[in-house]
């Protein structure tokens, strides 16, 4: 249990890679408070916790600072001080290239998955640099790091901005005890992959990575010692080709 009584919180934490993460968490003894916009997923996703640590439930949205406000501020009363954040929340659209964007749906991609990981961050700070320690993991993407066409121009631009925060913080809280990991991951199994364009095939599906292979990076980040950081990691499927 080598995460026991570490409070967590995992954003978009019902579905897919933050599920994934949340339940590996718990299973590494955490009390991880999981977040999105819809509370049954959450619950489902509570409801498998098999312990020895436990997962709860409660609704938040990112991209509202009110709503980001409520949701910390119970995971403090319910959990206590949070060690643990991994933003996780995140969308696309499926008309994602620069001549069918809705420009309204570039507003809300950067909002979520850019400004609503730096919302949550600038949240948690405060409490990592009063207790000297804390590790924030962002899932960004190799969206974020090479903007080809698959992800589409806005989900590309969040996720580089996402790339470039978490870097940011990183290099200023080196001395404070706080790491930033940036994970940048190819192609996962999860529902982000119902907005593509052309519906994803079982075989495709099969042959990628599940959202339990990121879990397991997250997992390295989070449970090395403190004097260690993984700074970055790209994981994709054998088969993707990054270069
Ligand atoms: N799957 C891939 O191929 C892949 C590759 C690289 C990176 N990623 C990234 O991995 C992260 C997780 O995505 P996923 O693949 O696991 O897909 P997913 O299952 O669709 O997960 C996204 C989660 O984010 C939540 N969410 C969306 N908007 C939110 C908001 N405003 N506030 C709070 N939660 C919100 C969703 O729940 P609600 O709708 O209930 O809010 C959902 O649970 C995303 O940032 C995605 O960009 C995915």
């Known amino acids: 249990m080598t995460l026991k009584d570490q409070v967590a919180v995992v954003t978009g934490g019902g579905t897919g890679i933050g599920a994934a993460t949340a339940l590996a968490l718990a299973e590494a003894g955490a009390q991880v408070a999981v977040g999105g ?57 499926a008309r994602r290239t620069m001549r069918e964007l809705d420009p309204a749906d570039w507003d809300r991609l950067l909002q979520i998955n850019a400004t609503g990981a730096y919302n949550c961050m600038h949240r948690v700070l405060p409490g990592m640099r009063a207790a000297g320690r804390g590790t924030i993991v962002n899932i960004s993407s190799v969206a974020g790091k090479r903007a080809g066409p698959l992800g589409g ?4 631009a969040s996720k580089f901005a996402m790339t470039a925060l978490g870097l940011s913080v990183a290099a200023e809280e080196a001395q404070s005890g706080i790491r930033v990991t940036n994970i940048y991951p190819g192609e996962v199994d999860t529902p ?32 090395l010692p403190p004097r260690a950081h993984v700074a970055e990691l790209v994981i994709k499927p054998t088969t993707q080709v990054y270069v």
Request: charged letters at 25%.
């Open 37 to 93: 916009r819809r509370l049954e997923p959450l619950e489902a996703v509570a409801a498998r916790c098999s312990g020895p640590g436990t997962i709860r439930p409660h609704r938040l949205d990112v991209a509202d600072r009110d709503s980001v406000e409520t949701f910390f501020s119970w995971v403090e009363r319910e959990l206590g001080p949070v060690a643990i954040l991994v933003n996780a929340a995140g969308v696309n659209v």
């Open 153 to 156: 121009v806005a989900y590309n």
């Open 192 to 223: 982000i992959l119902r907005q593509r364009p052309q519906p994803v095939s079982e075989e495709h599906r099969r042959r990628i990575l599940q959202p339990e292979d990121v879990a397991a990076a997250v997992m390295l980040a989070v449970t």
